[in-house]
């Protein structure tokens, strides 16, 4: 473990944290409980929680993106317990500690019980809105009257469906083609500019994949990891708790090195923590490469070595592009000179205050450690520099040569659904086809500019979409639809969506009364997950082909309705072919009845070979993944290993799809927006595509840095009505029903502030008020408020509680490359209050 120079190394970390002592004094891991399956060989009779009336039904958790296989105990209709289901990849009869609390969130007494329709025209914070129940017709017939008046007036574009979290093909899958046959380019907007885009569009940048990595963590033997909460929140939170217990008792044990601002749980656990300052992590990346390359510790057979075999790379001076041969990363000899042959561990100490001896020792362990991963998230990419700072990271994997090897990284196959029972390209109407043209020509943009000048290279730009219309740049929105989506309480500046949405018809399809619903018009209520019929296809996990699906455990409990056969009904009555096709298409039944008509020919590895097979074992999959980098060469796997090898074109074609077919260290499509590049980020035109060091720019006009993590009981908004998840929300802090604005106690006494204090904090957009809690593990410069409460909306448990939100502190910049919102850029000031 590195020297910590701030006040509290990781032993006494351990020592302070009840939870964790609880473990560590018991000589417990996570692998040692005893799951299921043993338990079930010593008793066969017993069903926990359960008698031999209950029904038990396979199902996927909805508290996290992880999408854990459950299994959901119903004993005469009521759901009364949830268990990790026993043959599923990512459960493995283990859940997280939020995973058993989803029966909360079924009968959570704040939920709408069914369509409601506003009748108070005011709109605000604690503004009554009048809400009144009327039918699911009725409802569905005012929306589509909308709708169809919208496309009368050639202004489809003014509508907008905006989703955070989606599922698959039988939810957010069919919001694209509902914008195709509506005509409008602002259907399924997702939320992912205010999430992770950082990380996607800094490999699509170097090795051609938009996309999260699939990690094989069981054989790596060293985790670099920047900014990622592995055991608090980072995907998939459950599976990563049962690998850590098998990465760290292996023999030899994965090293693992934590980068961050604070002691976190990860950190704590980890051999090393290094604090950094916030935004510099591009630097300390730099300076690894620096290391590895002057001491010869990348790997040749991947990246390429020196025609004789001598190594050339010397601190502070250039090599000859003839004299090295590369292989399958592209501009290794220019990136060398222009940018990392002066970026030395002294340089970098400089930049990110970490040691010089220990970003040595640090780039010497993961350079001499194979297989190494260097992993990454928000923590470096929210930020100005985000898109610089994770290139400089994932150019480590290159170095090391980790791309789709073996203890490595690599990308997630998709599941081989069967095709949809109709072609959305048989009912295109004139209007659909005209807006077609308009927004293939630009004379249409989208709402939040993705695709123009101002965001050429971005995924999303929801942040921008509240501001835009309010602004009427490049048009005002008429009607806007959510699902799984709350931006006034999750965008930055939410200030200005409160605003935006007061001139909006605005429908919520959200079954809890959260904020965006208070400013609703409409409310069609979607099901809680232990009461939907969904398809959810896996985030990036091993890399082998894997879909779960969703199944009810109980009829609704109330007047609710699946989103997919919200948005469908909607569909059936729009005017012309549109609704013709929503008819044809039926309901989310019928459309998961044919995605899973391929698995007739591509049964799993569990036998699924249709919808009933899958319904009763919740999960398809079938391993392995089908490629592998072997010493520098590519391999299909045959059925039986992984021996037929692949040409260039092939691995450009399916592995490292840049334009070159090699990872770039200098990016094409970088390259190709130099003009904006040096227009938004002053970075030279001739340097624009160099992964290199940019330095953050911070929003506000403080002297504090203020970081707002995930906890592990964070369920991504709906964990804030959860009494029993706060009853442990912040468990280094002692937050138990409160959430405490965690500062350094040199910074708080500087600035006279007791431990316990009310304090006020101060940003150029606005102020909150929060209780101070002491903490010695963490940044001096840094304060640290975790992102769950400050909701004034959401459920009488979460209304009112806590501290403040902070987003209202934080200014609604982002990423000029990536789009990512620069959440962690902000500095606040801080005073009694």
């Not at 931006?487 to 904020?515: C, H, K």
């Not at 079938?622 to 520098?632: C, D, L």
Request: proline fraction near 6%; aromatic fraction near 10%.
């Amino acid at each position: 473990m590195s020297e910590q120079p701030f006040g509290l190394n990781r032993r006494r970390f351990l020592q302070v944290s009840g939870a964790t002592g609880v473990l560590a004094g018991s000589g417990l891991t996570l692998t040692s409980l005893k799951p299921r399956e043993a338990l079930a060989k010593q008793n066969p009779d017993a069903r926990p929680w359960g008698s031999k009336d209950t029904k038990i039904t396979k199902s996927i958790c909805h508290q996290c993106p992880a999408r854990c296989g459950i299994d959901v105990y119903t004993t005469n209709g009521r759901v009364h317990g949830i268990y990790g289901t026993i043959d599923h990849p990512i459960s493995n009869g283990r859940l997280c500690p939020k995973g058993h609390l989803g029966t909360y969130l079924l009968y959570d007494p704040d939920r709408f019980k069914g369509p409601m329709r506003r009748t108070n025209p005011e709109k605000g914070r604690d503004v009554d809105p009048g809400f009144v129940p009327i039918s699911w017709d009725e409802a569905l017939d005012l929306v589509a009257e909308r709708l169809n008046n919208l496309r009368k007036k050639n202004e489809s574009h003014r509508f907008a469906v905006l989703y955070g979290r989606g599922w698959g093909a039988s939810d957010a899958g069919l919001q694209g083609t509902f914008g195709q046959l509506y005509g409008s380019p602002n259907i399924a907007i997702g939320h992912s500019s205010i999430c992770s885009d950082g990380s996607m569009i800094a490999k699509e940048l170097t090795d051609g994949n938009q996309s999260y990595n699939a990690y094989d963590y069981d054989h790596t033997n060293y985790i670099l990891n920047f900014g990622a909460g592995f055991l608090e929140a980072f995907r998939p939170y459950n599976n990563n708790m049962q690998v850590w217990g098998r990465i760290r008792t292996k023999s030899p044990k994965t090293r693992v090195t934590t980068v961050d601002v604070r002691m976190s749980t990860t950190m704590a656990a980890s051999d090393r923590a290094l604090m950094i300052k916030p935004g510099t992590d591009g630097a300390f990346a730099l300076a690894i490469a620096h290391v590895m390359l002057t001491e010869g510790l990348w790997n040749r057979e991947f990246a390429g070595d020196f025609r004789d075999g001598r190594n050339q790379f010397r601190a502070g001076e250039t090599i000859s592009p003839d004299n090295f041969e590369e292989r399958w990363v592209k501009d290794m000899a220019r990136w060398w000179n222009e940018e990392v042959k002066d970026r030395t561990p002294a340089w970098a100490a400089e930049i990110t205050t970490l040691p010089e001896q220990t970003i040595l020792e640090v780039a010497r362990e993961f350079g001499s450690t194979r297989p190494a991963i260097a992993l990454f998230e928000r923590g470096p990419t929210a930020h100005s520099n985000g898109a610089y700072n994770g290139m400089a990271i994932h150019a480590l994997n290159a170095l090391t040569g980790a791309l789709f090897a073996e203890g490595g990284l690599f990308y997630q196959m998709g599941p081989p659904y069967g095709d949809l029972p109709v072609n959305a390209d048989d009912y295109m109407d004139d209007h659909a086809r005209t807006m077609q043209e308009r927004i293939s020509t630009g004379e249409v943009p989208r709402v939040d500019m993705k695709g123009t000048d101002k965001w050429p290279m971005v995924k999303n730009m929801q942040q921008e979409i509240g501001p835009n219309s309010l602004a009427a740049d490049p048009y005002k929105l008429d009607t806007i639809m959510f699902y799984l989506n709350n931006p006034i309480w999750t965008s930055p500046n939410p200030q200005v969506w409160e605003d935006a949405m007061r001139e909006l018809f605005v429908i919520d399809t959200s079954p809890y009364p959260g904020e965006t619903a208070m400013f609703a018009d409409l409310v069609l209520p979607d099901h809680t997950y232990l009461e939907r019929l969904q398809d959810a296809p896996t985030y990036p996990f091993q890399g082998f082909p894997m879909t779960q699906i969703r199944t009810p455990a109980i009829k609704p409990l109330h007047d609710t309705k699946v989103y997919g056969d919200t948005l469908i009904e909607i569909g059936k009555r729009i005017e012309g072919p549109m609704g013709d096709y929503y008819k044809a298409l039926d309901n989310t039944e019928n459309v998961l009845r044919h995605l899973a008509k391929g698995f007739e020919n591509n049964p799993g590895d569990n036998g699924v070979n249709s919808f009933e097979s899958w319904k009763e074992k919740g999960v398809w999959y079938r391993k392995p993944y089908h490629w592998r980098q072997i010493r520098g060469e590519f391999y299909e796997w045959d059925g039986e290993r992984y021996s037929k090898q692949m040409s260039e074109a092939e691995v450009a074609e399916k592995l490292i799809k840049t334009p070159s077919g090699k990872f770039e260290l200098v990016s094409t499509k970088l390259t190709n927006h130099a003009d904006y590049i040096n227009r938004e980020l002053g970075i030279p035109r001739q340097r624009a595509g160099m992964i290199q060091w940019l330095a953050p720019v911070y929003t506000g006009e403080g002297n504090l840095h203020l970081v707002t993590p995930k906890l592990a009981l964070h369920a991504e908004g709906r964990g804030a009505n959860l009494p029993q998840a706060q009853a442990y929300i912040q468990p280094i802090a002692g937050g138990r029903g409160n959430i405490y604005l965690e500062i350094h106690p040199k910074t708080a006494r500087d600035h006279g502030i007791r431990n316990g204090d009310k304090v006020r904090l101060k940003s150029n957009i606005g102020e909150i008020t929060a209780t101070a809690r002491y903490s010695p593990g963490q940044r001096p410069d840094v304060l640290i408020l975790p992102m769950e409460l400050g909701h004034w909306a959401q459920g009488r448990w979460a209304k009112n509680q806590g501290p403040g939100h902070s987003g209202e502190l934080t200014e609604n910049k982002s990423d000029a490359i990536t789009g990512l919102a620069s959440y962690y850029s902000a500095m606040v000031s801080i005073e009694r209050a």
